[in-house]
């Protein structure tokens, strides 16, 4: 986590001074630089691993927008959750339309697929609807307690930071995304420790095969 964090703030200070230290220009005011700097900073948000959920914003004159929640700060982005969601994907090599593809040649998931924004840092995510809707969340797997039903079809997550939201997705509907994304965080993983295994298993032949080489060149 630390490292997203500490990349974004080295380059971007870097910019700012960059800005009002040097004598180039685009005949762009000082405090323009550093307003869009700071615009930057809000628009391109990186998913950490301390993120808990992406939720639509609509109390901003109907800009879209996100609100994002993370274990111990929230704040809003202006970007929609699923651009949110594909600028991180971007981030790690791919793309979000790259991440749903691979869901599906692993899992077979095809509808609301769960995606893995970054397997080696456990980033899995899921949308509460198609992530064509604009009243589509997404929601970090690791980051979930417990789920309760509630009234008006509604349901409620509570995350293990204590932190509660209530969805206006259905409570069966819920329970099956967590579980999808569950079983496709397990296929992955499990894809990964077999490959991981299997290059172990070559260096330590290899090295077997070197050390004879050495043995018998004596």
């Not at 490292?3 to 910019?15: A, G, I, R, V």
């Not at 960059?18 to 948000?45: A, P, V």
């Not at 899995?124 to 997404?138: G, H, L």
Request: glycine share 4%; with cysteine; net charge neutral.
């Amino acid at each position: 986590m630390s490292n997203f964090y500490h990349f974004s703030f080295f380059y971007f200070n870097f910019l700012l001074n960059y800005c009002l230290t040097s004598n180039f220009s685009f005949n762009i005011r000082k405090d323009d630089y550093i307003r869009m700097l700071n615009e930057y900073l809000i628009t391109h948000h990186e998913i950490t691993p301390l993120t808990m959920a992406i939720l639509p914003n609509y109390k901003e004159n109907n800009v879209k927008s996100s609100h994002v929640l993370e274990e111990s700060r929230e704040y809003i982005v202006h970007s929609t959750p699923t651009k949110v969601i594909d600028n991180a994907c971007k981030f790690f090599g791919s793309s979000l339309k790259g991440r749903i593809e691979g869901t599906r040649d692993i899992s077979g998931i095809t509808h609301k697929s769960p995606i893995a924004v970054d397997p080696s840092s456990g980033m899995y995510f899921f949308p509460t609807a198609s992530p064509m809707n604009e009243s589509c969340s997404w929601i970090a797997h690791s980051h979930i307690d417990q789920i309760f039903p509630k009234e008006n079809n509604q349901t409620e997550i509570l995350f293990k930071n204590g932190k509660r939201i209530l969805f206006d997705v259905s409570y069966g509907s819920m329970v099956n995304q967590v579980h999808r994304t569950a079983q496709f965080r397990y296929s992955l993983e499990d894809r990964i420790k077999i490959i991981r295994s299997n290059l172990l298993n070559n260096y330590q032949h290899q090295s077997q095969i070197n050390d004879v080489q050495m043995y018998d060149n004596k």
